[in-house]
């Protein structure tokens, strides 16, 4: 009796976080940033079971952290504020993709390959309920080819 007790309490405790768990994150990363480099931009898919939307980010090695959608203007590659980013239900939205990244504005300090940065995304349910979930981005090499980086408009 015992045992049974246990284990739907298990189910409870899991069932608070699983919010969280419905939603799945993967594929995070960023790269190394360049000398005197203040910003960083960060990559990943984000599939919530249930329709949501991402409605914040808050990273730790940033001062400011920000939802950036990116728009051609001719031959400008531009970037702006989103407020909320949409997340069908079920659907993997990979944000580079869908046309949006996570910006990093104002780094406490440089991001260093090999080594990973933390951020805690707000998503926001349907029913008005936020739930908070842990990213974890991969830092990359900083390669030729990490155009984006040298059109922020910060
Ligand atoms: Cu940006």
Redesign the pocket.
């Given at each position: 009796m015992k045992r049974i007790l246990m284990a739907g309490m298990l189910a409870v405790s899991a069932a608070t976080t699983a919010y969280a768990a419905d939603v799945k994150v993967s594929d995070a990363w960023t790269r190394a940033t360049a000398p005197g480099q203040d910003?960083a931009?960060i990559q990943l898919v984000i599939t919530s079971k249930k329709a949501a939307k991402l409605v914040g980010v808050a990273c730790k090695d940033a001062n400011m952290s920000?939802m950036?959608s990116?728009v051609m203007e001719g031959d400008l590659m531009k970037?702006?504020?989103v407020d909320a980013i949409e997340l069908p239900a079920g659907k993997a939205v990979d944000l580079g993709e869908a046309g949006y990244?996570?910006?990093l504005?104002g780094l406490k300090k440089p991001l260093v390959a090999g080594k990973k940065t933390n951020c805690e995304m707000v998503v926001r349910g349907a029913d008005g309920k936020d739930t908070k979930v842990q990213v974890i981005s991969k830092i990359k090499p900083l390669a030729e080819s990490a155009h984006?980086e040298h059109m922020?408009?910060?």
């Open positions: 910003g931009m920000e950036h990116m970037m702006r504020q990244h996570l910006m504005i984006h922020h408009h910060h």
